[in-house]
C-alpha cells in the first residue's frame, strides 16, 4: 500500500531521533522495528513484561506522526459491540416513536440504520476517518482478550475493512499505524503473529534505565536517578512475587526526590519501598535486604 506519511522518516535513525525528542529512551532494534512498520504498512506487535514501556512506545509514535492516537484497550469478554460498532438502540426507539402514523415505515426502517445511529467504536475509527494523516491504532493488552476476538482481529488487519450488514463494507482509504501490545500472560496465535511485525521489549540495563529516569523524572539528581536505577535492577534479580517495572523506578525516584533526597539512604529506601514493591510478601522479603541492597546501589 506504501502510504505516504506527511513525516520526514528516512530512515531508522530518524525514529531514535524523533522517540529521544519526546523523552522515550528506545534501541535502535525497537526503532527499527516501528520503522520497517511504517515502510511496509505493518502492524507492529510489542511483546513484554509490565511496565517496560509498550504503552508509552505507540504514544509517542502517534506524537512523532502528529496523528491521532485511538485506543482500544482489550479485556476479557471485549466484543465487536465494543470494540468496532453498535446501533444507538435508545436514539433508533426514540425516532421511531417521534413519527407520526403517515409517514413511510419502510423509510423509517433505513433511517434508523444510517451512520447517524451508529455508535462509533476504535476500530471502526481507526478505518473510517478523515484525518489528515492516518491514525495511530493502539490495540492494548491483547493477551487479555479472547480467541474469538483475535480472530477478527485478523481479518480486520489484513484488509482493513468492516461490514455492516445495515451500511455495507467500509474500507480505510489509508491503513492507520497498528500497534498491538501483550504482556504474554498467554500466547497469542500465530496466524495474528504474522500478519505483524515483533518487537520485544526486555527490561532495560542500568545504563538506560539511568537514561529513562533522567528523561522522565529530571526533578531526581545524577546520583540518585543513579541510585534508584542500580536498586531496581538488584530487586529484577530478586525471587519477588512481582518485580518492579520502569513505570515503578520512575515512582521510586519521583517519590526520593520528592522527599528532598539527592543519595539514597536505608531509612529513605525503607520508607518508599512501596513506589517499587506492591506486595506485601515482597516488602517483607526485600526490607531486612535493604542496608546490602542500598550500599551496593551506592557503588553502582
Ligand atoms: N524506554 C522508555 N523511555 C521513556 N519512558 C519509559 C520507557 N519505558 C517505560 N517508560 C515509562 O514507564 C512507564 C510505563 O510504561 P508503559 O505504560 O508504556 O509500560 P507497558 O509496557 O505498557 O506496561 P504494561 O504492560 O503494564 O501496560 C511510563 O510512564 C513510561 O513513560
Ligand atoms: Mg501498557
Avoid at 520503522?35 to 517496560?52: R, S, T, Y
Avoid at 521489549?201 to 538506560?208: C, F, T, V
Amino acid at each position: 500500500m506504501g502510504t505516504a506519511r506527511p513525516t520526514s522518516i528516512n530512515e531508522i535513525g530518524d525514529v531514535e531521533a524523533r522517540l529521544l525528542e519526546r523523552h522515550y529512551i528506545g534501541d535502535r532494534a525497537l526503532a527499527t522495528a516501528i520503522f520497517l512498520a511504517l515502510k511496509l504498512d505493518k502492524p507492529l506487535f510489542i511483546e513484554g513484561e509490565a511496565g517496560v514501556g509498550k504503552t508509552e512506545a505507540a504514544k509517542v509514535m502517534a506524537e512523532v506522526l502528529d496523528a491521532r492516537l485511538i485506543r482500544l484497550q482489550c479485556y476479557e469478554g471485549i466484543d465487536l459491540a465494543h470494540a468496532v460498532y453498535e446501533w444507538n438502540y435508545p436514539r433508533q426507539l426514540l425516532h421511531i416513536r417521534l413519527l407520526d402514523e403517515t409517514q413511510d415505515r419502510r423509510a423509517a426502517e433505513r433511517e434508523i440504520f444510517s451512520p447517524e445511529f451508529l455508535l462509533r467504536r476504535p476500530l471502526l475509527d481507526a478505518i473510517d476517518n478523515d484525518d489528515a494523516v492516518p491514525p495511530v491504532l493502539l490495540i492494548d493488552e491483547i493477551d487479555r482478550s479472547d480467541e474469538e476476538f483475535e480472530a477478527f482481529l485478523l481479518e480486520l488487519l489484513s484488509d482493513f475493512q468492516v461490514s455492516i450488514p445495515e451500511l455495507g463494507t467500509i474500507k480505510a482509504k489509508r491503513p492507520p499505524f497498528v500497534v498491538i501490545t501483550s504482556n504474554r500472560t498467554r500466547e497469542v496465535h500465530d496466524a495474528l503473529k504474522r500478519r505483524c511485525l515483533y518487537h520485544w521489549i526486555d527490561y532495560p540495563n542500568l545504563e538506560k534505565e539511568v537514561e529513562i529516569v533522567r528523561a522522565r523524572a529530571p526533578e531526581a539528581a545524577d546520583g540518585l536517578a543513579r541510585e534508584v536505577a542500580a536498586l531496581v535492577q538488584g530487586l529484577r534479580g530478586m525471587d519477588l512475587y512481582k518485580v518492579p517495572g520502569v513505570a515503578e523506578t520512575l515512582d521510586w525516584a519521583r517519590s526520593l526526590a520528592a522527599l528532598g533526597a539527592t543519595r539514597i539512604d536505608s531509612s529513605l529506601v525503607d520508607a518508599t519501598l512501596g513506589a517499587a514493591l506492591k506486595y506485601q510478601e515482597d516488602l517483607e522479603r526485600v526490607r531486612e535486604k535493604v542496608p546490602a541492597m542500598v550500599e551496593k546501589a551506592r557503588g553502582a
